[in-house]
């Protein structure tokens, strides 16, 4: 009796241990890697041609058109289709750039006329001309965030209209209210 009881105890503590031990888990901390040989490649002899290292960040997409939502200064001015370049920031790291127009700054009240630089010579606004100012691409979600500081935007009420968007309207004579 004795050796068996001795014998269901060493089974339920070596049950207990093998139950603990698969719980910890260990954490492997490694770089996604993609071998470019498993690119079919018809008709090219060298399929070590392709570049990949675009996408060695996590977070790179590749440079193109993209229709995203433009927030300006979390506020959002619409949907548009945006083309991305690929740009070096300040701190030495490489992210798309969205080219925004001029026209769309003015609009939602940026001091554009402060900056005589501000657009380049493709039609896109510099923006590391504005002192603070900052843009991000969230591929996720499919928006440009751009940052603005507020020494730099045109205090208007809200829902504000520029008098040069603003409509004649049609000649009209109203005889009763209904």
């Known amino acids: 009796m004795r050796k068996r009881q001795h014998r ?33 490649n018809h008709g090219q002899a060298n399929r070590t041609s392709v570049d990949l290292s675009t996408f060695d960040n996590d977070k790179s997409q590749l440079p193109g058109t993209y ?17 991305f370049q690929l ?43 504005i002192p603070g100012a900052s843009q991000r691409f969230d591929f996720q979600q499919q928006a440009l965030s751009v940052s603005i500081p507020q020494l730099y935007i045109a205090n208007n009420a809200r829902g504000y209209v520029p008098p040069e968007k603003w409509q004649e309207g049609i000649t009209a004579l109203m005889l009763n209210y209904s």
């Open 8 to 40: 269901v105890f060493y089974l339920s503590r070596c049950a207990v241990c093998i139950a603990l031990g698969s719980t910890f888990t260990h954490v492997a901390w490694a770089r996604d890697y993609f071998n470019p040989a498993f690119i079919e």
């Open 67 to 83: 229709y995203v939502t433009i927030n300006i200064n979390k506020t959002e001015i619409g949907a548009r289709n945006v083309d």
């Open 87 to 129: 740009a070096t920031l300040s701190d030495g790291q490489q992210a798309l750039q969205g080219c925004l127009r001029l026209q769309e700054l003015k609009d939602n009240g940026v001091k554009t006329d402060l900056f005589p630089t501000l657009e380049s010579e493709k039609g896109c606004v510099d923006l590391s001309v």
